[in-house]
T-cell receptor, first 109, second 116 residues
Framework: RKEVEQDPGPFNVPEGATVAFNCTYSNSASQSFFWYRQDCRKEPKLLMSVYSSGNEDGRFTAQLNRASQYISLLIRDSKLSDSATYLCVFNQAGTALIFGKGTTLSVSS | DARVTQTPRHKVTEMGQEVTMRCQPILGHNTVFWYRQTMMQGLELLAYFRNRAPLDDSGMPKDRFSAEMPDATLATLKIQPSEPRDSAVYFC??????????????FGEGSRLTVL
């Protein structure tokens, strides 16, 4: 089983839609979880951390399910500017971040 | 505006040539990472330094790749000899954490390498 698995997509949605991505991880010792965003031909940038109790940042909601070993990202009211690749990221204490291959989102008008 | 700086941005070379990529991490960051990104494999960790000491280079082909931090302001990744399968975007990233790779990493714009 791969360390982290994401549906590569693409997810094609209209503006205003709600879209959700899941990401599963295999290492139960993983401690920290994040979503990064990468625009085409650009570097990855942190979108948000993922906390056990779930957390929200504007239109974005992240959740962690340790029992089932997955994290999720929900985007409400999608904007054209949300079009990007979303990378699931995790690590254990003292180790480097492990990145998923990403899920591509395309929001159209 | 603090940022990670990488050079060169683009490099085209022929198989067998030596390639050196350089990275200036954000001042004050004590963790530095080299990642390689391809369509097939996504972002793969090559090397990881904390306080200039190498902590993990298990993802790096040892026979041809080497990574060093001669000082706190410079990290280098060298490929010798280069092969076509090394073609990828190489990202350097730095982080402020004193505990491994937790928290936010700041990436450079990447070095796009093409080996013919």
């Amino acid at each position: 089983r791969k360390e982290v698995e994401q549906d590569p997509g693409p997810f094609n949605v209209p503006e205003g839609a709600t879209v959700a991505f899941n990401c599963t991880y295999s290492n139960s010792a993983s401690q920290s979880f994040f979503w990064y965003r990468q625009d085409c031909r650009k570097e990855p940038k942190l979108l948000m951390s993922v906390y056990s109790s779930g957390n929200e940042d504007g239109r974005f909601t992240a959740q962690l399910n340790r029992a089932s070993q997955y994290i999720s990202l929900l985007i409400r009211d999608s904007k054209l500017s949300d079009s990007a690749t979303y990378l699931c990221v995790f690590n254990q204490a003292g180790t480097a971040l492990i990145f998923g291959k990403g899920t591509t989102l395309s929001v159209s008008s | 505006d603090a940022r990670v700086t990488q050079t060169p941005r683009h490099k085209v070379t022929e198989m067998g040539q030596e390639v050196t990529m350089r990275c200036q991490p954000i001042l004050g960051h004590n963790t530095v990472f080299w990642y390689r990104q391809t369509m097939m494999q996504g972002l793969e960790l090559l090397a990881y330094f904390r306080n200039r000491a190498p902590l993990d280079d298990s993802g790096m082909p040892k026979d041809r790749f080497s990574a060093e931090m001669p000082d706190a302001t410079l990290a280098t990744l060298k490929i010798q000899p280069s092969e076509p399968r090394d073609s990828a975007v190489y990202f350097c990233a730095s982080g402020p954490g004193d505990r491994g790779g937790t928290g936010e990493l700041f990436f450079g714009e990447g070095s796009r390498l093409t080996v013919l």
